[in-house]
């Protein structure tokens, strides 16, 4: 059987020989936890936002879109109670002074460390287990005390002679524009509860141990629904919500066996309830997304600390009323990187193994290639450049592709998850069957299988196969 290492490394090959995912500032030796997407990994990622914004979105009637500024003024950090509570308990090794993050060592021994628990109440639990806590570095178990290390990332936004003056934030969790704005949408749009407001942005997180690739990340992309319903009305939604966002990696065409729902045993500050979707990447199953039952919390705090009124008032019955909040929140990285290893294949074809990424056709970076069978012979190039531009002009994410033989370009195209490679041959020309004039050979990605289809019918297939 294959270790577990290797699948996650042939992952992250892959992302980075066929230009998914490259390094952040690689040329420079890279920066610890941030990663770039590149030609291919752009084109994934958009189609994963465009999947997610359709589900949250457009096929749902009261769900409104966002797209907030990521920096806030200060005092949204201190409601939200990240300046005071978003935080990891770190300790320090005397011999190297590599830190560790001492809730997660006691989570490996089977110890459960309560994110509410105080510095005190920490330590004491550390000072019973620290024998068994090797530094992962040197091996020593020499360790300073844990303190509660701040995850916000600091900026000097506006900084320009301050002493004294609250610092601005990069955020810590791209919801809190939602709340921000939930007045702005109640007033423009007039929505009765309960209604939705989806947003994608970007958070910032000090993370110590950036880890796994995408999976934990400083920079994350966050893509979030924030559902305002009546308070003590949230049952019902909220397992409605957890099951549309579990059936929605089915759609993505995540295997079923590959998913899963945990409750969280530890709340965060804010949450009554919080079951997180997980993914069994390589390394096992890990949060995926998560759906929180965040009650007022929100907007009572932030209508505390802005004095402004952040109630809702019901239209027909006069009741007025702070709404509870349902959230689901999941980072495009964690979801990039599941679909990634979910579609990873390598198997036998035509005598010969290939790797190929079984990508959902909507999310495949390019959806159709097109080549001439052989690339000096002028007629083919023609009539190959001319079906070429003719899906570019229709589908934009269509590649040329006449480097190598044909089977070199397929397992090419396999590599990248393009579901179709186009093909202009002789018969295309109908020098010798004139039948087949106009006609080429469009072959699918998971079976290898050819059919014989009419340039003019190429656009319509290619629209019912890949939205
Ligand atoms: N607004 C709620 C919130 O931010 P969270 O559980 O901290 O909750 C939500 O984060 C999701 O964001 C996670 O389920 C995960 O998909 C993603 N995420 C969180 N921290 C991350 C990190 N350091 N790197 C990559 N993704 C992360």
Redesign the pocket.
Known sequence: MEKISDKMEKVVSLCKRRGFVFQGSEIYGGLA?VFDFGPMGVELLNNLKRAWWKANVYDKENYYGLDSGMFKHPKVWEASGHTSGFSDPLAECRECNTRIRVDKELDALGVSADEKMSETEINRLFDEYREKISCPKCGQKNFTSAHAFNLLVKSNLGDFTSEGNDPVYLP?????GIYLNYKNILNSMSPKLPFGTAQIGK?F?N?IS?RNF?????E?E?A?TQYFVKPNENKEAYEKIKQDRFNWYLSLGIKEENLRFKQHENL?FYASD?W?IEYNYPWGFD????V?DRTDYDLTQHMKFSGTDLSYTDGETGEKYIPWIL?T???L???FLAVMCDAYHEEEMDGSKRTVLKLHPDLAPYRVAVSPLLRNKPQLVEKAREVFVSLKKEFGNVAWDDNGNVGKRYRRQDEIGTPHCVVIDFDTLGEEKPELKDTVTVRDRDTGEQERVPVEKLVELFEVRCR
Do not use: K
């Open positions: 936890g810590g969790e791209a919801c809190q958070a997180r993370e950036p995408l999976f934990r990340t400083r994350i966050q979030d965060v919080a997180d949060e995926l997304e998560g929180h959230e929140s999941v980072g990285g964690r979801m």
